[in-house]
């Protein structure tokens, strides 16, 4: 069975950094592509950052370019997301999603699996 | 303001068919494929459908997708109000190098 658990979120203030991690298990990891959605409360879905099977493509959504980095690592099952400059409206519930295909940007990006998510707040 | 269109809600009886629109441009649903999620309340998002019509395993074949154009439409028959959620399309952007989302429709049944 397939399992993505998200980790690391918190309470944070505007312009610190935080680290996310999502630990995969249940499926072949280095298979696929895996990315980072978000979700402010009561609002829809934000679609933040993915990155292929080998890291070798990683793509943002404009509103963290430059600010957040997507990493993984296939040894470890783990996905991660490094999050600087953080902004007030940064606060959403963070999800790990697996991509159906091993690449990022294809297309083709589905999510067929989930995480809980983790719940980021930026505030003073 | 998002980047693709769906209604803000939609509600139709027990039994019933209902069906959720999403429109875009050429940029994203005109040459992408489009996917549909359900989430249900204080859940995480669940994939209905990919590929506009191809729906995964263990999803009833209730639910249906089709596009046209720049448009993508989930349908669902024999409404139950298990499927009471909220209902996002979802696709790559290729001007926006993004996976990009609609608002999401409320779905309400009566």
């Known amino acids: 069975e397939v399992h993505l658990v998200e980790s690391g979120g918190g309470l944070v203030q505007p312009g610190r950094s935080l680290r996310l991690s999502c630990a995969a298990s249940g499926f072949t990891f280095d298979d696929y592509a895996m990315h980072w959605v978000r979700q402010a409360s009561g609002k829809g879905l934000e679609w933040v950052s993915g990155?292929?099977?080998?890291?070798?493509?990683?793509d943002y959504a404009d509103s963290v370019k430059g600010r957040f980095t997507i990493s993984r690592d296939n040894a470890k099952k783990s996905l991660y997301l490094q999050m600087n400059s953080l902004r007030a409206e940064d606060t959403a519930l963070y999800y790990c999603?697996?991509?159906?295909?091993?690449?990022?940007?294809?297309?083709?990006?589905?999510?067929?699996?989930w995480g809980q998510g983790t719940l980021v707040t930026v505030s003073s | 303001q998002s980047v693709l269109t769906q209604p803000p809600s939609v509600s139709a009886a027990p039994g019933q068919k209902v069906t959720i629109s999403c429109s875009g441009s050429?940029?994203?649903?005109?040459?992408?494929?489009v996917s549909w999620y359900q989430q249900l309340p204080g859940t995480a998002p669940k994939l209905l459908i990919y590929e506009n019509i191809k729906r995964p395993s263990g999803i009833p074949d209730r639910f249906s997708g089709s596009k046209s154009g720049t448009s993508a439409t989930l349908g669902i028959t024999g409404l139950q109000t298990g499927d009471e959620a909220d209902y996002y399309c979802?696709?790559?952007?290729?001007?926006?190098?993004?996976?990009?989302f609609g608002g999401g429709t409320k779905l309400t049944v009566l």
């Open positions: 979802g696709t790559w952007d290729s001007s926006l190098n993004a996976v990009v």
């Open positions: 990155i292929s099977w080998n890291s070798g493509s990683k």
């Open positions: 050429s940029s994203n649903i005109g040459n992408n494929y």
């Open positions: 999603a697996k991509d159906m295909s091993p690449y990022s940007g294809s297309g083709s990006d589905y999510f067929d699996y």
